[in-house]
């Protein structure tokens, strides 16, 4: 295994054993690496969104410590799949429910929630990464969940 896949595997290991939403052992990795955390007020945000995790950092800060990695070690990186290995990541984190169960996890307000839905199925952008609806009220380019990019870049 090349250095890269060691710190990544390292990395994905800390998130994964970190408590729900992150805990002090993952913040001292991220500073470790010079990524940025994820403001509180966005983690409570997706603590409360319908994006249920068990456990674990958030997928975006894993992303944001392996992008570090990868600019550390740019020939490497050239052929990691950054996507997919969040999606893992995310998969491992997300409640035990089968696939395509993440809106059923909604704890608080389901029917109120599925109404909102259905009238704005066809406005609600998704990550095609992970599944989480864009926040329509707030203005991002990237998933806040996993940090995938939600827009094709045109420039
Ligand atoms: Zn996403």
Known sequence: MSEFLKEIDRA????????????????S???TYGAEPLPEVDKETLLNSEMKITRG?????????????AAKHPND???????????????KIKPF???GD???NASTGTAKYSQGLKKEKHSTMKCKNCG???LEEMQYDNCMFCGSALFVRTD
């Open 12 to 27: 994905f290991q800390s998130a994964w054993h970190a408590s729900k939403g992150g805990d002090a052992a993952w913040s």
């Open 132 to 134: 989480a609806p864009r």
């Open 97 to 99: 429910s089968g696939l």
């Open 102 to 104: 993440i809106f059923a």
């Open 29 to 31: 990795v991220m500073q």
């Open 57 to 69: 950092a958030f997928p975006i800060e894993l992303r944001r410590v392996m992008e570090k990695i």
């Open 77 to 91: 990186a050239k052929d990691f799949a950054m996507d997919s290995k969040v999606f893992e990541y995310y998969q």
